[in-house]
């Protein structure tokens, strides 16, 4: 469990991890990013709006049940559930390195580095 809100590890292999996760209403994930593997978010309920920045522009996606969004390696992003229900999605993860410890904070709402 997270301040925002859950996940659960489905299934992991050599170079792919795939979790459930589950953002409380009004919650957001921290803005991120992960040198050794892409993301790729499929939204099962709610609504998440997805925020991506490279060094030229932010752009905000909001993605619905059954929409997804797909998030290039080395790319900050940011997952928020704007709405009053809970948001759940499923993320695959696919690259070199798959684990936690691959997550570069550079901005989040419960002050973890």
């Known amino acids: 469990y997270r301040p925002w809100g ?20 009004g919650e957001a994930l921290s803005l991120q990013m992960h040198y050794h593997r892409s993301e790729h978010w499929i939204v099962v309920k709610g609504t ?13 996606y909001f993605v619905h ?4 969004m ?16 809970p948001c759940e999605i499923i993320e695959v993860q696919v690259g070199e390195y798959v684990e936690e ?6 901005e989040d709402d419960y002050g973890r580095d």
């Open 6 to 25: 859950s996940y659960t590890v489905l299934e992991k292999g050599d170079r792919y991890k795939i979790k459930r996760i589950k953002v409380y209403p």
């Open 48 to 60: 998440a709006k997805v925020v991506l920045e490279n060094d030229k522009e932010i752009k905000e």
């Open 65 to 68: 049940e059954n929409e997804s």
């Open 70 to 85: 797909y998030v290039p390696k080395a790319t900050k992003h940011r997952l928020i559930n704007p709405d009053k229900v």
């Open 101 to 106: 410890d691959d997550i570069i904070r550079f």
